[in-house]
């Protein structure tokens, strides 16, 4: 909401440990009309002013962007930011209900090039359902970026749930922060680094929140990323509602 928030989530992230965030304000026209020329003008002030007040933390420009029809022509003509200008881009669902044609459009954009991180799937309230798509996605090509939240149990129990499922699967590429504040959803990833280790090994771990991020940043193919490690823990049953 200011600055006073940017710099105290910033400071909160540096003494996490974290190094290097994206800036992904949300993107969906009617809603969230954020324009691209616009987020790299504030990045920049941004970055100016952690400069001025010392705080030792790299941005770079990304959006979170919801699906919407024109979404591989919009990040052609750069409307749609992808992370750091490179090939991989986030890409967000609805959370109530399953869309149509979400296999077909997400094709296309790896097709094109592209890279999508999907985000936060495991809060999707549609996943418990529909688990089968998102296997389908990460068979074509689509990167699952689960938050770091939802491995704490901050969501709740059911993200909670699928969030190891997920891990456990083999299926999930990226922990991301998915920072909103520094009460509620902060900056922070140690907590969930600390559970991913648990789960599937510090190396694996590593690259959840270390080694991929920084191929990312450095443009590399996907299939130029360290091989996911799966985890030999068995999940549990899901939650009861």
């Known amino acids: 909401p200011d600055l006073a928030a940017s710099l105290a989530m ?19 026209p009617g809603m969230y009309d954020n324009e691209a020329s ?3 003008r504030r990045i920049t002030d941004l970055k100016q002013r952690l400069a001025e007040a010392d705080i030792d933390l790299a941005l770079v420009v990304g959006c979170d962007a919801h699906i919407r029809p ?7 003509d750069g409307r749609i930011l992808c992370l750091n200008d490179s090939r991989y881009v986030l890409f967000e669902p609805p959370h109530d209900i399953a869309p149509q044609r979400l296999e077909d459009l997400l ?5 094109a090039g592209y890279v999508p991180l999907l985000t936060h799937p495991e809060r999707l309230k549609w996943i418990e359902n529909h688990f089968a798509i998102f296997e389908q996605l990460v068979n074509i090509g689509v990167w699952m970026q689960i938050t770091g939240g939802s491995l704490t149990g901050r969501f709740g129990s059911r993200p909670q749930y699928w969030a190891e499922k997920m891990l456990a699967s083999g299926m999930v590429r990226i922990i991301a ?3 909103h504040n520094v009460s509620s959803r902060p900056p922070v990833l140690s907590d969930a680094f600390a559970i991913a280790e648990a789960e599937v090994g510090l190396d694996e771990a590593k690259n959840l929140v270390l080694i991929r ?7 590399e193919p996907a299939d130029k990323s360290p091989p996911i490690l799966i985890a030999q823990s068995l999940v549990s049953a899901p939650p009861a509602r």
């Open 38 to 40: 616009d987020i790299r």
């Open 10 to 28: 910033a400071r909160m992230a540096v003494a996490d440990g974290i190094k290097v965030m994206a800036c992904t304000p949300h993107f969906m």
């Open 177 to 179: 922060s998915d920072a």
């Open 107 to 111: 094709f296309n954009i790896v097709a």
């Open 213 to 219: 991020p920084v191929n990312i940043l450095d443009n």
């Open 70 to 76: 024109d979404f591989l022509a919009r990040v052609r």
